[in-house]
């Protein structure tokens, strides 16, 4: 698999691996604070995945293609 094939969404999933130090770090220095981190990396990954999800071509409008209505 070359980066030309990887999907986005695929991409955007290389970021929970940041997950990782933030254990690391819950686990040596405050349970509290890793925590916290750790949610706050699991939202942005939740936000990029939904953000780079495909979408719908067709929203019940009927225009002519070129983006404008009518």
């Known amino acids: ?3 030309a094939t990887l999907q986005p969404r695929h991409a955007a999933a290389v970021g929970l691996l940041a ?3 933030l254990i690391v770090y819950g686990i040596t220095d405050s349970v509290f604070a890793g925590g916290v981190s750790a949610l706050n990396t699991c939202l942005i990954y939740g936000s990029l995945y ?4 495909p979408v719908e071509t067709s929203h019940g409008h009927h225009g002519d293609g070129s ?3 009518g």
Request: aromatic share 0%; no cysteine.
């Open 19 to 21: 997950l990782i130090p």
């Open 50 to 53: 939904l953000a780079m999800s």
């Open 1 to 3: 698999m070359s980066l």
């Open 67 to 69: 983006g404008t209505l």
